[in-house]
């Protein structure tokens, strides 16, 4: 049994997945591959059965077994249905449906370009995150009829997400995984990508097909660079997945190194990923700006009392509830009541229990001027010293104010 979520996080991937593909299929013409004959594709007119790739079956081109492949004004038209769909889909007009109808002429489009032994150009994962919201409660989505509900807390909105995490994660840690089984755990020696550097930059100026920037490009010379980027590829690739699934402080992290991954390979290659680099945006846990938080300090300490009225006038979305320890009732048997007269103590919606600078990074999460705090934070090891610091101020409380009334406990 999923727990309950708000539904913040369910909207973002409404919004980004009707909204990328609306780019795709506006700044695209697929009619060139309605002027293509069938000998042009990788799979001639055949009965079905006879069919073996994937890619026959899930993109739907197996029915041109039985019809002609459609002509420039069909797939022009087929584009026109797409777009109106993902409009209707972001403004929420039956968006459900609207997932329904992007997802199988996005992904038949794709799967036409493939057939025709056209680049892969990333958007496989966009008719992913269709189907997952395909497969979602109708009651889900944002919309005219339903509102933009962000205090509503339910189960349903927090399975899709799952999903989602899986199908992107699963996307990237096998990715890494191909290249150890394909090449072997030394393909960052083998990836040469200096021999490509050249190559590269003259096909982005003569040819025009690519684009690849200059000086970025110019890194391409270095051996130790080409080595030291395969390695972080696959760092980035096989770990993505359980760190997406199981390890959240380590989420922003890993989603921005995997932006910056996609765009340097944009920059190095002219290779266009980027879209993918979009929807890796949806990995980061936006329903910590909605979930409210129990905030419990030491009331008998001037300098906590000050700081927590200090960390309020951030919050302006009103997430963020202070509760004086000296109240605390049955909250006691949750709370170790020595450790909240020297840290701050934090409980989130999920019964979660944080201290110090733990809680500190919460409150920052909900606090827009604070989250670069937050951010930082998030990056591997930096939880340590903000600890240490924490730990300093904490221990020195009464020479930085700490009276209340003239009196101040003590720390343990």
Not at 10 to 25: E, I, N, S
Not at 202 to 214: D, G, M, P, Q, T
Not at 313 to 318: A, I, K, P, T
């Amino acid at each position: 049994m999923f727990r309950e979520s708000p539904a913040l996080h369910f909207y973002v991937l409404q919004f980004l997945g009707f909204g990328y593909l609306l780019y795709r299929l506006a700044s695209r013409d697929y009619t060139v591959y309605g002027f293509l004959t069938e000998e042009m594709f990788n799979y001639p007119r055949r009965p079905p059965w006879m069919e073996i790739p994937l890619l026959h079956f899930t993109t739907f081109q197996w029915i041109y077994a039985f019809i002609p492949r459609p002509t420039p004004e069909v797939i022009f038209w087929l584009q026109v249905i797409g777009i109106i769909a993902c409009v209707a889909g972001m403004i929420g007009l039956r968006p459900r449906w609207c997932a329904v109808v992007a997802f199988l002429i996005g992904s038949h489009l794709a799967g036409m370009m493939q057939a025709s032994n056209s680049e892969v150009d990333g958007g496989e994962l966009v008719h992913c995150l269709l189907l997952v919201l395909a497969l979602s409660p109708a009651t889900n989505f944002y919309g005219p009829a339903t509102g933009f509900n962000l205090s509503k807390r339910s189960p349903d909105h927090h399975w899709p997400v799952f999903l989602w995490f899986l199908i992107i994660g699963s996307w990237y840690t096998m990715s890494g995984l191909n290249k150890l089984i394909d090449v072997g755990p030394h393909w960052p020696f083998v990836l040469r990508l200096e021999n490509l550097a050249a190559w590269d930059i003259e096909k982005s100026i003569f040819l025009a097909s690519k684009y690849a920037n200059a000086k970025v490009a110019a890194l391409h010379s270095s051996p130790a660079f080409s080595v030291f980027g395969g390695f972080m590829t696959l760092a980035g690739e096989l770990f993505f997945l359980p760190v997406i699934l199981w390890w959240p402080r380590l989420r922003p992290a890993f989603v921005f190194v995997m932006i910056a991954f996609h765009l340097l390979v944009f920059w190095l290659t002219g290779i266009n990923f980027v879209g993918s680099a979009i929807l890796l945006v949806t990995c980061l846990d936006w329903n910590a700006l909605v979930r409210n938080v129990k905030v419990y300090y030491d009331d008998a300490c001037g300098f906590c009392t000050r700081s927590v009225a200090s960390v309020k006038r951030f919050d302006w979305f009103n997430r963020i509830h202070p509760s004086p320890i000296s109240q605390l009732r049955d909250e006691t048997q949750r709370f170790d009541l020595a450790r909240l007269k020297d840290a701050m103590g934090l409980e989130d919606e999920n019964g979660e229990i944080y201290y110090g600078a733990d809680a500190f990074e919460q409150i920052a999460t909900r606090c827009p001027l604070l989250l670069p705090f937050s951010l930082f934070m998030k990056i591997p090891g930096a939880v340590y010293p903000a600890r240490y610091v924490y730990g300093i101020i904490a221990r020195n409380r009464t020479k930085l104010g700490c009276s209340l009334n003239g009196a101040c406990r003590p720390t343990p």
